[in-house]
């Protein structure tokens, strides 16, 4: 269990930095929002703790699930809980997962909740990752919050870049 632990920490954090490396400024725009909304960029640091969860009996062996404990500092001030579920493939590189992550905290002073949906695929060593506000998951003075994440980590240490729009709500 250790060694899939470890292989799974190892494709999450590859598939990231793998997809960051290979975006284009363009690639990483947001579509354009509404008239009456703005988007605005912030960025900063967080610290990520991932746990193993024990998987059913008789489940697949290769198949990993962990629990996701973040804390964000700078403009997006919060914590976040979530889980992740990823898989490896036979073919070295190649893998894949999938993150839910309910985020608590404020932004840019704006205090309440939304969810971030993680979806990342390393194609032998070639990554894609999008994480996004699920949307109408804002919450408090988050209502109506659009937007999308990347996330780098550089000499050990996690960044995050979210370009977002709060939009008047439903």
């Known amino acids: ?20 490396a ?15 909304s703005m988007t605005t960029h912030i960025s900063g640091v967080f610290e990520v703790k991932l746990v193993p969860l024990t998987g059913e009996p ?14 964000f500092h700078g403009e997006l001030a919060a914590t976040s809980q979530g889980q992740m579920l990823m898989i490896g493939t036979a073919v070295k590189d190649s893998a894949g997962y999938v993150a839910i992550e ?12 939304f969810v971030l949906q993680h979806s990342g695929t390393m194609t032998r060593g070639v990554g894609q990752l999008t994480v996004a506000v699920v949307p ?3 919450t408090g003075e988050l209502k ?7 996330i780098e980590i550089r000499d050990s240490k996690h960044f995050y870049a979210f370009d977002y729009t709060l939009a008047p709500g439903p």
């Open 22 to 36: 290979a975006q284009s400024p363009a690639q990483t725009k947001m579509a354009p929002q509404k008239e009456s």
């Open 102 to 113: 309910k985020v608590t905290g404020t932004l840019q002073g704006r205090k309440g909740t």
């Open 136 to 138: 109408d998951s804002g």
């Open 144 to 150: 109506g919050l659009e937007g999308k994440m990347t």
């Open 58 to 71: 008789g489940s697949d062996v290769s198949l990993g699930r962990m629990s996701i404990d973040k804390q």
């Open 1 to 20: 269990m250790q060694a899939l632990f470890k292989r799974a920490v190892q494709v999450c954090w590859a598939v990231a930095y793998v997809s960051l």
